[in-house]
């Protein structure tokens, strides 16, 4: 499987916006890039997904560098709500597959 | 819909014994998987199921472990015997395959169940 590397923790301050950066230096053509998150105590959740475009949802907006090596999370005004382990993941588009996380980043939001 | 159900929420046991945990997927969805969560392996995919039959168990840490899908609606993951080592939080997911796969389908994770093994 393709990895990931994401920094091990950010800080940030709440209602800013906030940049989780995430290496994927060998990322396949078919790889789809998502991101999950999981609050305390609770299982991970789906944020967002995408493949080269840049994607906006509700929760949050997902930059793809044009090369695909890389790509960033971005939560456009923090919340205390906010504060979770975010996972960076690859998912191969050629069949079905579970889940590789990695350590994820440690995202704390002070108030 | 309530989401991915697991019971039970917690479970303490001892050393030896036969563990039982189970998943609900979302009505729908063909595919449930099984994960474990510790603090120092993260969290790892062991077993999952497309259709009710198993894909791809190359997770499952030793024979002791079993995962079964009787049908669309219920899983369970057994542990006989059960070992200290294998305390940790076990997640059951589900995804369907409106858009092709996991590839592009959300994965649903269910609240997990705890599990201690004295």
């Known amino acids: 499987d393709a990895k990931t590397t994401q920094p091990n923790s950010m800080e940030s301050n709440e209602e800013e916006p906030v940049h989780l950066p995430c290496n994927h230096s060998t990322i396949s053509g078919t790889d789809y890039i998502h991101w999950y998150r999981q609050l305390p105590s609770q299982g991970p959740e789906y944020v967002i997904h995408?493949?080269?475009s840049n994607v906006n949802n509700r929760m949050a907006s997902l930059a793809i560098a044009e090369d695909r090596k890389s790509s960033t999370l971005i939560l456009h005004r923090a919340t205390l709500r906010d504060a979770a382990v975010y996972y960076c993941?690859?998912?191969?588009?050629?069949?079905?597959?579970?889940?590789?996380f990695g350590k994820g980043t440690h995202l704390i939001i002070q108030p | 819909d309530a989401g991915v159900i697991q019971s039970p929420r917690h479970e303490v046991t001892e050393m030896g014994q036969e563990v039982t945990l189970r998943c609900k997927p979302i009505s729908g969805h063909d595919y449930l998987f099984w994960y474990r969560q510790t603090m120092m392996r993260g969290l790892e995919l062991l077993i999952y199921f497309n259709n009710n039959v198993p894909i791809d168990d190359s997770g499952m840490p030793e024979d002791r472990f079993s995962a079964k899908m009787p049908n669309a609606s219920f899983s369970t993951l057994k542990i006989q015997p059960s070992e200290p080592r294998d305390s940790a939080v076990y997640f059951c997911?589900?995804?369907?395959?409106?858009?092709?796969?996991?590839?592009?389908?959300?994965?649903?994770f269910g609240p997990g169940t705890r599990l201690t093994v004295l």
């Open positions: 993941i690859l998912i191969s588009g050629g069949g079905a597959d579970g889940l590789t």
């Open positions: 997911a589900s995804s369907s395959n409106l858009w092709g796969g996991p590839s592009t389908d959300t994965q649903y």
């Open positions: 995408g493949l080269t």
